[in-house]
């Protein structure tokens, strides 16, 4: 294990981190680095990118709990929906052959970049709650479509939550309090599915770098969540995202 891919997969996490825990979005951009440019194994990179979601989504959860934004009983009726998506996703990913999973991941990647760039910036202001958040069941509904798609293609549950219900009228600070802690349910049944076909030899230092990165970089990111400049940031995530995946998708497709 060279000491070059031990600094890599710890920056990695380091900065990624940091954006999780301002904004909730940019945990996509883990399984894109490992399989993209690091050329690890698929089993291997997602395994690591949700030990890194379970991670960061305790601590910012924890954080932004503290600073009163949070709605447990919303994180609640997701998780229940969440729980079985996430073993869903895992399943149908490991039936999947490798080539899928990559267009799968790069395609997602794509269009999760793209949303972000073409979203309407609303700012912060209180948009008035959807009455569909009154329905349990199409919350636990949310939940567990989210966990299918996030497990399957190893994008962390906050890019599709986070700008769901802020669409739904949900404070943007809450949502990415929300969507961190439901990441959280749906990273530990896909680490259980994904950890038991990972090569651990190869893996068990970089879970060291992976975790290292992850603390520093989420607990970094909450305490400076309130000073920076939100729609910059998605800017800033857009663009690396959409170009990134633009040049792993062509790679994926001239190469097979």
């Not at 379970?54 to 934004?69: C, F, I, N, T």
């Not at 962390?156 to 219900?165: A, C, D, Q, S």
């Not at 949900?170 to 259980?192: C, E, H, K």
């Not at 309130?226 to 995530?237: A, E, H, S, Y």
Request: aromatic letters at 8%.
């Amino acid at each position: 294990m060279s000491i070059f891919l031990f600094c890599i997969v710890l920056l990695a996490n380091l900065v990624i981190g940091i954006f999780l825990g301002i904004s909730g979005i940019a945990g996509f951009l883990l399984p894109l680095i490992y399989v993209g440019f690091l050329h690890m194994p698929v089993h291997d990179s997602l395994a690591l990118s949700f030990l890194a979601f379970a991670v960061s989504g305790v601590l910012g959860a924890y954080s932004y709990w503290k600073m009163k934004q949070m709605d447990l009983k919303l994180a609640l009726f997701l998780s229940i929906g969440s729980l079985p998506g996430a073993f869903l996703g895992v399943q149908i990913n490991v039936l999947t052959s490798d080539f899928l999973v990559k267009l799968f991941l790069y395609l997602f990647v794509l269009l999760a970049g793209l949303s972000i760039l073409l979203k309407k910036n609303k700012g912060e202001a209180e948009q008035k709650r959807s009455s569909l958040l009154d329905h349990r069941l199409f919350v636990m509904l949310l939940g567990f479509l989210t966990a299918v798609i996030c497990a399957l293609t190893g994008a962390g549950g906050p890019i599709l939550l986070v700008p769901l219900l802020a669409s739904l009228g949900v404070n943007i600070r809450v949502a990415v309090g929300v969507g961190l802690l439901n990441s959280v349910i749906i990273a530990i049944p896909s680490m259980a599915g994904y950890f038991s076909r990972a090569n651990l030899d190869s893996t068990a230092i970089l879970i060291v770098a992976s975790l290292l990165g992850t603390v520093i970089g989420i607990l970094t990111g909450t305490r400076i969540a309130n000073k920076v400049p939100i729609p910059q940031l998605k800017l800033l995530i857009a663009i690396i995202t959409i170009v990134s995946s633009v040049y792993m998708l062509a790679t994926l497709v001239l190469g097979a």
